[in-house]
Structure formats: C-alpha cells, structure tokens
C-alpha cells in the first residue's frame, strides 16, 4: 500500500454532520488524490493536491472539501453529510515526474443514515 | 471525452482458462493505460500497465494487448487461478489540470472456479 493509511476504516455518521476522513502517507510523494468507488461506477475522483496547501477539484468534487497542511497528510471533510455520499473512500498517492502509477489506502467505509 | 468503458462486468472461468477483460476509450489524450486488481475490503493495486507507444506488454500470466487505432485495450489472464478471483478495474491517465489524473472502467467481477 506504499505506506498509505487511512483512518478512520469504517465510520457510520447522521445526515447533516460534518465528517473528516484522513489519509497519512509516509513515502513523501507530491500528489495525492481522493477517489470514491460505488457499485458501477468504478472510481471517481473527488479531489487532488500537486503539494501542500495546493488543491483542485476533480469529476465529483460538490459537496467536498478538502485540505492538506503537510506533505504527508490529506483531508477530505464532509460538510454536511448526505445519504448519496455513502461510499468507500480511497485515497491515492504519487510521487510525480515521469512515473505515473498511483498507489491506494485500504479504504473507508462510510455509511451516512 | 473523459469515459473509459469496461466489459463485461462479470466473468465465470474455469480454473486453467483464459480471462478476458476489455476496455474502450474516446479521448486520444490519455496517454498511460493502468490496470488495477482488487480484493474484497482492500484499495486497488497496481496490476499491469502500457503506455501507447507500445501494442502489447505481458507480465508473468497478465497481457495488456492495446490498439490505439480502435481506442481499445484488454487484459488477458492466462491459466487463471482461483487466487485470481477479484474486481478489476482498467484505467487511463492524462495531464489534466495541475496533475496527472486517471478516470477508471466500472470495473469486472472475476470468479475462477477450482
């Protein structure tokens, strides 16, 4: 898992609760990215960041906030959480150049209710 | 422009058979074409990739074969295992943005049967 960590592993939250899910890396690699898989959809990318404190948004980023104050940690906050944002969460990393492949967390399982 | 479409999106094998997963894009832009393997409770790994420059690449069992002109490529499992049995996702990568950014297949569910 190229020393990616998420936490929490599996959260259960209200609708309307702020939520903050946290990926730790520890191989210092520039990118990193927030994805959310659900059935058929594959992956889709939320967020991404190309260095601290630099963000943008990606394919499904309403709803979604995210911020990154240290090279080997990015949050995803959830403002206000919806039922359509129940998902597994992943975050990714890269270390940039000329080497594309990304690497993946284990995961975090949300369920909003 | 940005869709990458997967097929099927399930796949019953027998133990010692060929699996093969195939996957279609639009935007000629991409320029790097992951293929991730993933199971149950854990992130997607790193399976096999090509670059387009290239029209196969083959790594142990797995083969990517890939046809820029069709704007398709594939995966193919030769004697797949049992052990193979997971959900696997292709991808394709473009510079988009301030960085590189992959849009994924919806993904195949393979089973290999003992």
């Known amino acids: 898992d190229a020393g990616i960590t998420q936490s929490p592993r599996h959260k259960v939250t209200e609708t309307g609760t702020p939520v903050t899910l946290r990926c730790h890396q520890t191989?210092?690699?520039?990118?990193m990215y927030w994805y959310r898989q659900d059935p058929g959809h594959g992956l889709r990318l939320i967020h991404y960041s190309y260095g601290v404190k630099d963000t943008d948004k990606g394919e499904v980023s309403d709803g979604y906030s995210v911020s990154r104050s240290k090279t080997e940690d990015f949050l995803l906050t959830l403002e206000s959480a919806t039922s359509s944002q129940t998902s597994v969460y992943f975050c990714?990393?890269?270390?940039?150049?000329?080497?594309?492949?990304?690497?993946f967390g284990p995961g975090t399982r949300l369920t909003v209710t | 422009q940005q869709q990458v479409k997967q097929s099927p999106q399930s796949l019953i094998v027998q133990k010692g058979g060929i699996s093969i997963i195939n996957c279609a894009y639009e935007n000629t832009a991409f320029d790097y074409f992951p293929w991730y393997q993933q199971f149950p409770g854990k992130g997607p790994a790193l399976l096999i990739a090509?670059?387009?420059?290239?029209s196969e690449k083959k790594e142990g069992r797995f083969t990517i074969s890939f046809n820029k002109s069709a704007k398709q490529f594939s995966l193919h499992i030769m004697d797949s295992q049992p052990g193979d049995s997971a959900t696997y996702f292709c991808a394709a990568s473009i510079s988009s943005g301030s960085a590189r950014q992959l849009t994924f297949g919806s993904g195949t569910q393979l089973t290999v049967l003992p």
């Open positions: 990714a990393t890269r270390t940039g150049g000329m080497i594309y492949e990304q690497y």
């Open positions: 191989e210092n690699h520039r990118y």
């Open positions: 090509i670059r387009p420059d290239v």
